[in-house]
C-alpha cells in the first residue's frame, strides 16, 4: 500500500514477551490508527493518534500501549504478550479535511502468540 | 458507541450478476459511510463512500445507498467479475478522522 508501510509482515512470539509493532507513512497525515482483525469481529480500532504525542484509546485498548513521537511513525506494543492477542493487526492513516477521509490501511502485521 | 451490523455474511454470485450487501447502524449521529474491498493477505482498501447528506453514489459499476432514516446502507456491484471476490467491510463514523466502527464483513464469491 503506497505510502504505509507495517513492519514485521510476521512475527511469532511467546506469550509474555514484549512485542512492539510498527507503522511508517510517507503521507504526511494527521491521523493514525491501530486496528486488529479476528474472524467474526471485523475490524477494531486498539489506539489512534490524532498528532505527535496526541493518543486515544479505542475499543479494545486493554493490554496494549501506543507511542508517536514523530508524525511518520505509530508504535504498538504489546507490553506482555497473551494468547488471546493472536490476531493481524492494521496500522491506517487519513487526513480529514485534506481529502483523504478515508483511511488508508497498511498490509498487516500476522501475530502469533505461543 | 456505534454499532454496525453486516449482512450477508458470505455471497456467491454469477459472473455477471448483482451483489447487494447490506449493514445496518445504530448511531444516527454518524455521518460518514465508506467501503472496503479487502483481498487475501492484504490490507483493506476503499472502494467507495458516502456521507449522510447524500442518498446515492456511484462509481461505474459499484453503488452505494443510504437510508437515513431506516438507517442501512447497502453497496450494489453490477456486472460482476472474478475479480470482484474478495472481503468487504462496511463502516460507520460520527467524525471522519476519528473512530470508524466495521461491520464484521461480507465474504463474496464470483463464479466464472
Known amino acids: 500500500d503506497a505510502g504505509i508501510t507495517q513492519s514485521p509482515r510476521h512475527k511469532v512470539t511467546e506469550t509474555g514477551t514484549p512485542v512492539t509493532l510498527r507503522c511508517h507513512q510517507t503521507?504526511?497525515?494527521?491521523?493514525m490508527y491501530w486496528y486488529r482483525q479476528d474472524p467474526g469481529h471485523g475490524l477494531r480500532l486498539i489506539h489512534y493518534?490524532?498528532?505527535?504525542?496526541?493518543?486515544d484509546k479505542g475499543e479494545v485498548s486493554d493490554g496494549y500501549s501506543v507511542s508517536r513521537s514523530k508524525t511518520e511513525d505509530f508504535l504498538l506494543t504489546l507490553e506482555s504478550a497473551t494468547s488471546s492477542q493472536t490476531s493481524v493487526y492494521f496500522c491506517?492513516?487519513?487526513?480529514?479535511?485534506?481529502?483523504?477521509?478515508?483511511?488508508?490501511f497498511g498490509s498487516g502485521t500476522r501475530l502469533t502468540v505461543v | 458507541g456505534e454499532n454496525v451490523e453486516q449482512h450477508p455474511s458470505t455471497l456467491s454470485v454469477q459472473e455477471g450478476d448483482s451483489a447487494v450487501i447490506k449493514c445496518t447502524y445504530s448511531?444516527?449521529?454518524?455521518?460518514?459511510f465508506p467501503w472496503y474491498k479487502q483481498e487475501l493477505g492484504k490490507g483493506p482498501q476503499l472502494i467507495i463512500d458516502?456521507?449522510?447528506?447524500?442518498g446515492e453514489k456511484k462509481d461505474q459499476r459499484i453503488a452505494v445507498t443510504l437510508n437515513k432514516t431506516a438507517k442501512h446502507f447497502s453497496l450494489h456491484i453490477t456486472e460482476t467479475q472474478p475479480e470482484d471476490s474478495a472481503v468487504y467491510f462496511c463502516?460507520?463514523?460520527?467524525?471522519?478522522?476519528?473512530?470508524?466502527?466495521f461491520g464484521t464483513g461480507t465474504s463474496l464469491t464470483v463464479i466464472p
Open positions: 491506517a492513516i487519513s487526513a480529514p479535511g485534506q481529502g483523504y477521509e478515508g483511511y488508508t
Open positions: 503521507e504526511n497525515h494527521r491521523y
Open positions: 493518534s490524532y498528532g505527535v504525542k496526541d493518543t
Open positions: 448511531d444516527s449521529a454518524s455521518n460518514y
Open positions: 458516502i456521507r449522510s447528506n447524500v
Open positions: 463502516a460507520a463514523s460520527i467524525n471522519t478522522g476519528n473512530q470508524f466502527y
